[in-house]
């Protein structure tokens, strides 16, 4: 039985100011309070953003984590959070993107997969470029973090994905044709009488058919 959500989770992590077009979201502290890995486990996060899911784990289940992060400004800052919590030997940045996970590890070396992908698929209008690269991609750079978690896991490791409902279809679909099998979803709700907003995907590589629709979490209890 999992502890009840604490949207706070992640205020043990030191991580350095990315200004206001980068923040922590409700998404990052649900990503690192459902993912429960056992301190043999190799994990590896795509799209780390600062790091602080990664250091998150690193610190509190005592795993080697591997973060991987397309924007250089944002690597450089999760090479700070490395500093700052003092996860030299368990935590590693790689500056890439996941189209070059094939280039750093060879097949299969990890036991899981984490990841917060950005959520529009569509663009999102913004002058900051910033803000653009890490909440909007394209269809295309969407599949490579699905192509990079079949490339990355072990038979019948375990993939974590934060995503949004509006897209929901698009990645599962790509999951399933990738042989990584969706296990459990949990629907995330900001008002109990709105429609979702998140959902948490759980699965398994290779794994058999079967799909669990877990109990809620409201994030705005009224």
Known sequence: ????????????????DAGREHRPTHASSLLAWYTRPKRSDRIVELGCGTGIVS??????????????ERNELLAKLACETVKMNS????MFVHHASCAQVRELFPAEQFDIVVSNPPHHLTGMPSPSQLRRETRS??????????????YLL???????????CEYLMFWLNEFVKRKLQPKRLIPIYGDPKRNAILTIIEGVKNGGIGLRLEPPIVLKRV
């Open 87 to 90: 996860l030299e030997g368990r």
């Open 154 to 164: 072990r038979n019948r490791g375990k993939f974590v994905f934060v995503l949004s």
């Open 1 to 16: 039985m999992r502890d009840e959500f604490d949207p706070d989770v992640l205020r043990c992590v030191l991580v350095p």
């Open 55 to 68: 250091a998150y784990l690193a610190m509190n289940h005592d795993v080697e984590v591997h973060c991987i």
């Open 137 to 150: 991609i394209d269809f295309n750079e969407a599949e490579s973090f699905v192509e990079a978690t079949a």
